[in-house]
Each structure stands twice: as C-alpha cells, then as structure tokens.
C-alpha cells in the first residue's frame, strides 16, 4: 500500500533529500500556577512529499499539542521554540498575516469530533469554502462549485444538495468528509489528522483513512495521521513517531519500529493492543500506572517508573534520543535486544501476526 | 462445555423488541431478539452505532423496559415486576457504562458513590463500610487513598473502577458492560479488561459485554453476537466468529478492525456506506444494501439464524461458507442459545 518503505528515505529520517515539512527541536511551553510545563519538549522529524507520518501516544503524551503547535494554534501565554520549516519555508520568522498565509493555505488540519469542529448554525458549503475566500479570493459561483467538487471528492452523495444542508444533517462519518473536504479546500501541502477517526465506528474508521490515504496520493501531499491505536498506522504509514509525556521517544521506517523497536514503551504499548490471534479470556497484557503528570516529571527517563526494566540509571539525568539505525532513533537506557530472529520477547507484527 | 443438561441460565432474553418513539414516528431498535447468559459466562454484542446493541443493554436492565418480549433474571421476568419488586431485582443485575466520569456523580466521594447500592438496599452501616473497603481493594484501588477522593481527582481509568466497584458491592449475578473501554487508552483498555475476567471469575459473574470493537469483545467474551440494525445476524462461540466469520456482515467489521501489523496487507473495503436509518429498514434482509453477495431473493425474503457446519448461527442466504440456506425455511426462531455454561479459563 503506502509502505515503499524504501529504508532510511521515509518519514522521520534525518537528512533525507528536501523535505516537505521539517520539524526540529519543537517546544511549547505553558505558564501555570505551579511552574512552567512542557506538553511537547524538542520533537523532531520530517515529513517527505507524498509520504505519511504516524504520531501515536496516548491522551496526554502531547500529540495534539505538537499538532497545534506547528499550526502555532497554542494557548495564550504559551511560549514556542524550535523551527518548523514548510517547503523551504520558515515559518518560526514570520508573524502575524504571512505566518496565516504560510499555515492556512499550506497545512490542513482535521480534528477528532465535527461536531464541535463544524459550526452547526452555517452551511456546510459555506464552512467548506472559507478557508479559499479567506485564502485565496475565490468567491460566489466560482467557489461553490469548488466546494461541491470537494464534496464530491471526499465521497459524499448528492454533493449539490449538501452543499446547501447543516451539519446535524449529515452522520458522523459524513461530516468528517465535510472537515477533510474544508481542510482540502486551499490545496495544503500538508494534511494532519489528530484523531480524525477516533470518534468513528471501525467500518467507517476504515472508509475514512482509505479516503485519507487515496487524496494523499493523488495530490502528493503529506499525510500526518496522529492517533493512539498503532493498528490504524500500521499499514497505512511510512514512518511512525512514538511519543510519551512530551518527548518523541522513538520514530522510525513503520516495519522497523514495529519488528525492531527498541524503547520499552514503544514494546509495552504494542504488547497491551488485544489481539483477534489470541485465545479469548487470556490475560491481557498491560502497562502499570498511568502517565506522569506533566508538573511532575520523572527525572531521567519519563516512563520508567511503569517500565519493568527500569534501571537505576534511567532516572539519573536527561535521556538523549539514540539512532540506532539510519532513520531510526530511540530514548532507552536499557532498551530491547533486537536479536535477527528470536529474542527474549516475542516478535510483535511477524509476518503472519500468529504467535506460538 | 459441559456434558448432560446445562444448569438454568443467569439471564433469558425471549423475542425481546424495543421501540422508541422519535419526531416522525417509531423506531424500532431492536427486532426479535433471543439469547441466554448461562452462569459465569459472557455474552459479547458487536456492531455499529444504531445497530441497537446498547438498547439491549438497556432493555434487559429495564431502562427502560422492552416494548415487548421477556427478560427472565434466574427465571424470574424482570419485565412484570412492579417498581419496588424492580428495585430489589436490581441488586442481582448491575451496569456499568462507557464514560465512567460522567457516570459518577462528581460531587461525592469515592466511598459514598460505591455505598449506594448497600443504603439502597438498607443495609447495616458497618456491613456496608466494611464491603466498600473489600470492594475497593478488589478493583485495585486502596480505600483509605482513593476513598476520600472525588471523581475528578481520579483518572478515566480509575473512575472505571470505581463504577465496577459500585456495580459489584452488591454481588450481582449479571453484569452489563456497555462500551466499558471505548474511551480509555490501549494501556489502560487491558486493566479494564483483566480486571472484569477478574471479577468475572470471583464472583462467578455472567456478563453481557457490549462494544464496537471485536478485538476487544474478542478477548472477554464465551460467544459474540453480530447486531445489525436492530438484528442478530451471526452468533456464535468467540474464536468461531472471529476466524471463520460466515456473515458477510462480520467480515466487514473484522476486516475493517485495525491490525498492528505494518506486514499485513490491508483488507479491501467491501463494507461500503453507512448503517441505514432504523426507521425504514431495507425489506428483505437488512444488510443487503451494504453486502457485495446481495441477489434478488434478499429484497423479498429476510433470512432467518440458522445452524452451520462451523458451529455458529447465521442469518444470511448466501453466507461465504456453510452453504447456501434452503428454498423454504423453518418460520423465523431467532434463538440464540449461550452454549458453555460457564467461563473459560
């Protein structure tokens, strides 16, 4: 499918040839009473034309901020470092009106729930439409048939009629068609999806990514597609960043991080998804604890009070990201042996995915 | 499975029909569903938004009642009783719901919204404090840390716990879980889960599992059934329906469950378009609008669950193993019958 996983070219590898989009070192900080917190700490990656990014972590591990923070859609008050460069442009030097223009027109952003997304008292076609009157001038007669061209390229029926209709008459599933049609509408570069599907039911969640998936080829755009279920990145990514309390800690070639992932929360997380091989009633494999809170910060390695192969060293001193092959790069002190067939752990995601 | 006759079942759900009513007439959300829940075993409802799985959920517990059909707890018809007599009942059929913060009520302490059950029922003070505390340690959460708190200090997960808490101080015989997971992470999804086998195993609790996602009701459940608008279309023991799925139905939802498996080529999408509206079925057989099997014989004749070789039911008439159903069927008996009696392990 997507997966010309040709290795080191894809995704998050450094140094790859001009890329489309270019994150380094990206941080957003928020002022609360209790100090200063970092929901996304110095991330880096990149994102080639036509290929597609993963971001996965769960609730809190700051993916949506990171989504945000490229877009500079933060909090006020919240302050952000680090470069984001948009086709050879950087967007961290511009202000006010050419910032809008850069991100507006270049980066589509579509979000986990349309209903609150939507604006529910306007028309679809005129929610669709605002971003190229606002954008790029395109009015009246011309824009509306813009935007039922988009409609219809996003798979929704009778485009004219709904064109005209609001969004409580649409399903969910039909209104994340409307979102990704109005994140269409100025021709981004790139297209993120926090969520898009999450919200959705598994059939629909398949329409949706499937859709996703062929716009990104057609147009040769980049994908982000941000998510806490790494089944819906596994065959549909080129390269996949795991990302806990802020900080990417591994990215890599999708069937690397999947066969030789090496950070102990990239291997807990892929052991605790339940899996359709395994008997019923077994027990389930899971993670202790919950996330650090973001004023609360383990020193050292952030995951190592949950992890069980923690080490007293992994709580002494800041924990660098490691490459550990090109494109591939992890935060672990005593990360997993990835011997080349059998190891002390199962491998995840074998060819066949049965496990004996 | 157990030789000779099964043990009476926990629950009997008999031609159970809920309808609501809605701007421009009357949905029916559920259609002429059977099935029965023996002891300490667990029944998982699978299908999309609208499909009616939760309205089972619902009816069975009386919330409310079905429109028509029974729901016999221990043989007992939990669909004629009065008021208090239902009160009482409820004590041995407990619920618990997809948002576990919304489902506690934020204002009260852990300790009081795990005690509502036993003041309902009148019982001693010290008998109740004492259970709250066993209760709370068996959910894994230490009640002299966590019985102070109230909700919002608490994560989704730990709110989770806290409703099994609430549901379990009373000892029911069935538990209803209705999308138990649906919002919580994939770390936090398998304490959930291992925490209810937990229970499950306990206090030797039937379980009527309900969820969107088949790997997950996979991983709980004796037997799945496969709902369709309002319908059971496939049923069956657990791994039967999920590796050997006849319904072409319950191929779409499986091929359309995410696989981490970055290897696995992904499944073409033959599950087109989305659940019709309840209120004007399609004729015939449901699904055919949405099945790439359909022929003439489905707009004018619903099919009807029937047994196949595979070991499950099936109503469909051109399944993709099992063969083809017969010219004339048997009048409808949509009885979807647990088959172990009791739970795995």
């Given amino acids: ?356 | 499975m157990p030789a000779g006759a099964p043990a009476a079942p926990v629950l009997e759900v008999d031609h159970l029909i809920q309808r609501f009513r809605v701007p421009g007439g009357t949905l029916e959300a559920v259609s002429d569903v059977s099935f029965t829940i023996g002891r300490g075993a667990t029944l998982g409802l699978v299908g999309e938004s609208g499909s009616g799985k939760s309205s089972i959920g619902r009816a069975v517990i009386q919330l409310p009642p079905p429109a028509q059909g029974a729901v016999r707890l221990d043989g007992r018809d939990l669909t004629t009783l009065s008021k208090a007599e239902l009160r009482d009942a409820r004590s041995g059929i407990q619920m618990i719901f997809q948002d576990p913060v919304s489902a506690l009520n934020p204002r009260r302490r852990v300790r009081d919204i795990v005690a509502e059950g036993p003041a309902i029922l009148g019982w001693p003070r010290e008998r109740a404090e004492q259970r709250v505390a066993e209760i709370l340690t068996q959910v894994g959460l230490d009640p002299a840390a966590f019985g102070d708190r109230r909700p919002h200090q608490l994560s989704g997960g730990q709110c989770q716990r806290v409703a099994i808490a609430r549901a379990l101080i009373v000892e029911p015989r069935m538990l209803i879980c209705d999308e138990p997971v649906a919002s919580l992470d994939v770390s936090v999804q398998g304490q959930i889960l291992n925490l209810l086998e937990d229970m499950r195993g306990r206090y030797g609790l039937s379980m009527l599992f309900i969820s969107h996602d088949l790997s997950v009701v996979h991983a709980v459940s004796d037997q799945i059934g496969v709902m369709y608008l309002g319908q059971v279309v496939e049923y069956g023991d657990a791994d039967v329906i999920t590796r050997e799925p006849s319904h072409p139905y319950t191929r779409g939802l499986l091929d359309a469950v995410p696989v981490p498996d970055p290897h696995a080529a992904l499944p073409e999408t033959r599950l087109r378009g989305e659940i019709p509206s309840p209120m004007s079925p399609p004729s015939g057989c449901r699904f055919r609008t949405r099945c790439g099997f359909a022929q003439d014989r489905c707009a004018t004749e619903a099919p009807v669950l029937r047994p196949i070789d595979t070991g499950q039911v099936v109503a469909c008439h051109f399944p993709l193993h099992g063969g083809a159903a017969p010219a004339v069927q048997e009048p409808a008996v949509a009885e979807v019958t647990n088959t172990s009696g009791q739970g795995g392990h």
């Avoid at chain 1, 954008?135 to 988009?150: C, F, N, S, V, Y």
């Avoid at chain 1, 147009?219 to 998510?227: A, N, W």
């Fill in chain 1, 1 to 356: 499918m997507t997966a010309e996983t040709t290795p080191g070219a894809p995704g998050p590898a450094a140094g790859a040839p001009p890329a489309l989009l270019s994150v380094s070192g990206l941080t957003c900080e928020l002022p609360t009473p209790a100090g200063p917190v970092r929901p996304v700490e110095d991330v880096s990656f990149t994102l080639g034309h036509g290929k597609t990014l993963g971001i996965v972590g769960e609730s809190g591990a700051g993916k949506s901020m990171l989504a945000r923070a490229l877009m500079g859609l933060v909090p006020r008050g919240a302050t952000l470092s680090g470069d984001v460069v948009l086709d050879g442009v950087s967007i961290s030097r511009l202000t006010g009106k050419d910032r809008r223009k850069v991100l507006g027109a270049g980066i589509g952003l579509v979000f986990q729930d349309p209903m609150t997304s939507l604006n529910p008292v306007v028309p679809i076609g005129r929610q669709i439409t605002e971003g190229m009157r606002f954008h790029k001038g395109i009015k009246g007669r011309e824009a509306r048939g813009i935007g039922i061209d988009l409609l219809r390229q996003v798979g929704v029926n009778d485009p004219a009629k709904r064109y005209d209709q609001y969004p409580h008459q649409l399903s969910g599933g039909m209104r994340q068609r409307v979102t990704i049609a109005a994140a269409l509408a100025c021709d981004p570069k790139v297209l993120i999806a926090d969520e898009a599907t999450t919200a959705l039911d598994v059939t629909v969640q398949k329409q949706i990514l499937d859709l996703l998936q062929s716009i990104q080829r057609d147009r040769e755009m980049g994908l982000v597609i941000i998510t806490h279920d790494l089944g819906v990145v596994a065959g549909r990514t080129d390269g996949i960043a795991v990302m806990y309390a802020g900080q990417v800690v591994e990215k890599g070639p999708t069937a690397v991080l999947f066969d030789a992932h090496r950070n102990r929360y990239t291997a807990a997380l892929l052991r605790s998804m339940p899996r359709l091989e395994d008997e019923p009633h077994q027990k389930l494999a899971t993670i202790a604890g919950a996330p650090p809170q973001p004023r609360a910060l383990p020193p050292g390695c952030r995951f190592a009070p949950r992890c069980g192969f923690a080490q007293p060293e992994c709580s002494q001193g800041p924990l660098e990201l490691v490459r550990d092959a090109p494109g591939h790069h992890y935060r672990c002190v005593n990360p997993r042996e990835v011997p080349a067939a059998v190891g002390d752990e199962q491998p995840y995601a074998s060819a066949t995915g049965i496990q004996q």
